[in-house]
C-alpha cells in the first residue's frame, strides 16, 4: 500500500478555476501538509458530450495521485441516469469495490462493497449532504467525511468544496483504506457536481 492511504485524516480542498473543463483537488494531511492530488481524466468526446447533456449523467474517471504524481488509486463511473455506480481501482488498476447511490428520501445513502460483492461499509448523510458517518458491515463507526464551509463568497459563486474524511486508525484492510479515502471525492461528483 503506497504511503498516501496511511494517514488517518485527508483534507480534499476543491480546486477553484474560472473556466473548468474537469474537476481538481488538493489532498493535505492533518497537519496541512499536501500530500497528493484527485485529477480528473476526460477525453475529448467526454468533453463535447457535456456541453449536451447535465454532468450529472455523464461518465467520470478520477485518478488519485499521490505527492511524487504517481496514481495510487482510481474511480470510474459510467453513464448514469438515476444512482451511480462508482468502481474503485488500485493503483495498478485491479478493481477493489465499488461505492453505490442508495435510494433514499432526505438523506443521502451509499453502500462500499468489494470487488466480488461482499458489503464494506455504509455511508449515511445529513439533509444537507454535509456531513457523512461510514459504518462497517456490523454498524460500527470507521470513518467520516465533513464538508467545511468555506465562506460566503466561495460558498455562493463557486462550486469548489472541502471535505475532511477521517479513517479511525483501527481500519487496517488495504482496500477499504483506499476506499474510504476516495469517498469524499466520490461524494461530491455524485452529489454535488451536477
Known amino acids: 500500500m503506497d504511503k498516501f492511504f496511511s494517514h488517518n485524516t485527508f483534507v480534499i480542498d476543491e480546486n477553484i478555476q474560472a473556466f473548468k473543463l474537469s474537476n481538481a483537488y488538493k489532498v493535505y494531511d492533518a497537519q496541512g501538509q499536501e500530500i497528493g492530488a484527485i485529477q480528473e481524466h476526460k477525453s475529448f468526446a467526454r468533453i463535447m458530450l457535456g456541453m449536451f447533456l447535465a454532468d450529472s449523467m455523464m461518465p467520470f474517471e478520477l485518478n ?53 460483492g461482499k458489503e ?35 460558498e455562493f459563486f463557486t462550486t469548489a468544496d472541502q471535505y475532511v474524511v477521517n479513517i479511525e486508525p483501527r481500519v487496517t484492510d488495504e482496500n477499504q483504506r483506499i476506499a474510504i479515502a476516495s469517498v469524499a471525492a466520490a461524494i461530491d461528483m455524485v452529489l454535488k457536481e451536477g
Open 64 to 116: 488519485i495521485l499521490n505527492a511524487d504524481g504517481k496514481r495510487v488509486a482510481q474511480l470510474k463511473r459510467g453513464m448514469t441516469l438515476l444512482r451511480s455506480k462508482v468502481r474503485i481501482y488500485n493503483e495498478t488498476g485491479a478493481p477493489i469495490g465499488t461505492f453505490k447511490h442508495l435510494f433514499s428520501l432526505m438523506k443521502p445513502k451509499f453502500i462500499l462493497k468489494d470487488n466480488v
Open 120 to 154: 464494506l461499509a455504509t455511508i449515511k448523510g445529513d439533509w444537507k449532504a454535509w456531513n457523512f458517518e461510514i459504518t462497517d458491515a456490523n454498524g460500527q463507526l470507521i470513518g467520516k467525511v465533513d464538508k467545511k464551509w468555506n465562506g460566503v463568497v466561495k
